[in-house]
């Protein structure tokens, strides 16, 4: 059975800065760091942005490893920069670690690395839409305590 392809992503506010991130079965606090107000229980929004893309380009070096009966064993390094007008994420810098990756296919992986879904959609931006709903003063969720 093959998985869907489109998906939904629930975020919930726990709190102050903090919010949990469900995906699937899977949850992932996000929160912001203590010097700026928040309790750093968790990677800010835009780390885990950046680790989302460092984690694809591994997946994809790591398959890549996979499928040509090579040693395992990736890592990358994912450092970023900051700009301010407007706040954003500016520079994306990954340094992939491949041990057992032979000289005369650096090329042939950096290409396929050039194809990551995550950094395809960075040069080729999604759709992205917003839609406010409100709820009745009532039913406003109070944060759980953590």
């Known amino acids: 059975m093959s998985e869907p392809r489109d ?27 203590a010097d700026v107000g928040g309790s750093d229980t968790g990677p800010t929004p835009a780390e885990l942005f ?7 380009v591994a997946c994809c070096a790591e398959r890549y490893l996979r499928h040509r009966q ?3 064993g990736v890592g ?5 920069g900051l700009g301010v007008c407007p ?10 670690d491949a041990p057992g990756l032979p000289a005369g296919l650096r ?6 690395l050039e194809h990551c879904a995550v950094c395809a959609t960075l040069r080729v931006p999604p759709q992205v839409t917003f ?5 009745a003063q009532a039913s406003r969720p109070t944060p759980p305590r953590t």
């Open 131 to 135: 839609e406010v709903r409100q709820a």
């Open 76 to 80: 990358v390094t994912a450092r970023y």
């Open 70 to 72: 090579l040693p395992a």
């Open 107 to 112: 090329a042939s992986l950096l290409s396929v």
């Open 50 to 56: 950046v680790g989302s893309v460092a984690a694809g």
């Open 87 to 96: 706040g954003r994420i500016d520079s994306i810098e990954l340094s992939v």
């Open 7 to 33: 998906g939904v992503i629930r975020v919930a506010w726990h709190g102050a800065d903090r919010f949990d991130v469900r995906i699937g079965r899977h949850v992932i606090r996000t929160d912001q760091p």
